[in-house]
Nanobody, 117 residues
C-alpha cells in the first residue's frame, strides 16, 4: 500500500512562506484526487486544496490567491506552496490521496505549521 511522507512544516512569521511536500512511496498515477487538509486545535479538519489527475484545482476560500497546490508525477510528490501566511493558517497539515474506484483513501502523518504575529 502507498505510504505518504510529509515535510516542510515549521515556524514562520506572518507574511512569510513555506512549501510543504508529500512524497508517496509508490506511483500516484492511480489516484484521482490529491489534496491537503489542515486541522487547528479545537477545530474540525478542513479542506485546503486539491488537484486532480486532469490538473484541475480547487481551494478553500480562506487560502485562494495565497496557496498553490501542484504535483510532480516523476517524483511521486504533491506540493503545497503557501505564501502570505497568516496566524490563522496555524494548524497541522495533512496530505491525502484518494482513488475513486476501487475506493481507497490514504492519509499522511501530518506536519505542523505555525505562523507567528
Amino acid at each position: 500500500q502507498v505510504q505518504l511522507a510529509e515535510s516542510g512544516g515549521g515556524l514562520v512569521q506572518a507574511g512569510g512562506s513555506l512549501r510543504l511536500s508529500c512524497a508517496a512511496s509508490g506511483s500516484i498515477f492511480s489516484f484521482n484526487v490529491l489534496g491537503w487538509y489542515r486541522q487547528a486545535p479545537g477545530k474540525q479538519r478542513e479542506l485546503v486544496a486539491v488537484i486532480t489527475t486532469g490538473s484541475s484545482t480547487n481551494y478553500a476560500d480562506s487560502v485562494k490567491g495565497r496557496f498553490t497546490i501542484s504535483r510532480d508525477n516523476a517524483k511521486n510528490t504533491v506540493y503545497l506552496q503557501m505564501n502570505s501566511l497568516k496566524p490563522e493558517d496555524t494548524a497541522v497539515y495533512y496530505c491525502n490521496v484518494r482513488r475513486w474506484y476501487p475506493p481507497l483513501d490514504i492519509w499522511g502523518q501530518g506536519t505542523q505549521v505555525t505562523v507567528s504575529s
